[in-house]
């Protein structure tokens, strides 16, 4: 059974850091596509980045691209997201999702997501 825990979230002031973490079990971690998706109040989920599977290769959406960092360490089967520069538009709960998709960014090619992290930034 294949089992996602994010872990990190909390309430940051603009412009601030949060590292959020992704510890994953069930299936071997370095076979998959991992990634993650927010989804705001009242919005959809949606794809805010994406790391293959030996972790040679990222995508990020272009709302966070420049300020997000995914990364993955496979010997601890576990995913990151360093979260920089944040503004109160990153304010949503933030999933982790797995894969057989290298490089994931539609909700539709996640096999298996997490319980979510909230983030909050006040504006």
């Known amino acids: 059974q294949v089992q996602l825990v994010e872990s990190g979230g909390g309430l940051v002031q603009a412009g601030g850091s949060l590292r959020l973490s992704c510890a994953a079990s069930?299936?071997?971690?370095?076979?998959?596509?991992m990634g993650w998706f927010r989804q705001a109040p009242g919005k959809e989920r949606e794809f805010v980045a994406a790391?293959?599977?030996?972790?040679?290769?990222?995508q990020y959406a272009d709302s966070v691209k420049g300020r997000f960092t995914v990364s993955r360490d496979n010997s601890k089967n576990t995913m990151y997201l360093q979260m920089n520069r944040l503004i109160p538009d990153d304010t949503a709960v933030y999933f982790c999702?797995?894969?057989?998709?290298?490089?994931?960014?539609?909700?539709?090619?996640?096999?298996?997501w997490g319980q979510g992290a909230q983030v909050t930034v006040p504006s």
């Open positions: 999702a797995q894969s057989v998709y290298p490089l994931a960014e539609k909700s539709t090619q996640v096999d298996y």
């Open positions: 790391i293959s599977p030996i972790g040679s290769m990222t």
């Open positions: 069930g299936r071997t971690f370095a076979a998959f596509g």
